[in-house]
């Protein structure tokens, strides 16, 4: 399941409005760093269209996994006002929808509803993607890291906002793809 479906899915639509006006549309080419392991990063980047992969300095700059699109990078920072753990580059050229951290930094202080599922959707994927990095230890070395979730392994309430947030993340690619800033239809 793509990681963006947590975060849609807990929003409200006034959030992803918001996001979406406070953003920035940006056209990525292929070899741009949107993220250097150990710098501190001022955006956070919703992957709309393309790949991108992250690497890691331990392991000489390795690929460790491919994104794509759904995919959200730079929410670690957000989580534990540390620097990024990984690098993430574009592999084509991609559309990100990239929210300024302090634009972000500010909401959630401001906004408490905002918060609470912001901050709910962050601890979702990051529990997700610890069990996939387990699993991935465990059984798969060698191999890329997952980014999809086995949505059986998911709770009840997180799969009812599967389509919602389907139909949200839909919604923005279509709108951002042109570079409509249109709120979101009712």
């Known amino acids: 399941m793509k990681k963006v479906f947590f975060l849609l899915g807990e929003l409200d639509d006034d959030d992803i409005d918001w996001m979406v006006a406070t953003g920035n549309r940006e056209e990525v080419v292929a070899g741009t760093v949107l993220i250097q ?8 980047h ?11 300095s ?6 460790i ?5 759904g995919a959200v990078v730079g929410e670690m ?7 990024p753990s990984a690098t993430v ?3 084509e050229d991609s559309l990100v929808l990239s929210v300024p951290r302090i634009a972000l930094e500010e909401k959630l202080k401001k906004d408490e509803g905002f918060a609470s599922r912001f901050y709910r959707a962050i601890a979702i994927f990051l529990s997700t993607r610890l069990r996939g990095t387990v699993r991935y230890l465990g059984y798969a070395k060698g191999e890329l890291l997952k980014e999809d ?11 009812d906002n599967v389509p919602l947030a389907q139909a949200r993340f839909d919604w923005l690619i279509r709108r951002l793809r042109n570079g409509d800033r249109a709120v979101l239809p009712d």
């Open 37 to 44: 392991e150990g710098q501190p990063i001022d955006k956070l």
């Open 46 to 56: 919703i992957l709309l269209e393309g790949t991108l992969s992250v690497s890691v």
């Open 58 to 63: 331990a392991l000489q700059g390795k690929t």
């Open 89 to 91: 580059q574009a592999v």
């Open 65 to 69: 996994a491919r994104l794509t699109s």
């Open 149 to 159: 979730t086995n949505p059986e392994d998911l709770a009840p309430e997180i799969i």
């Open 77 to 83: 920072s957000f989580a534990d006002a540390r620097p």
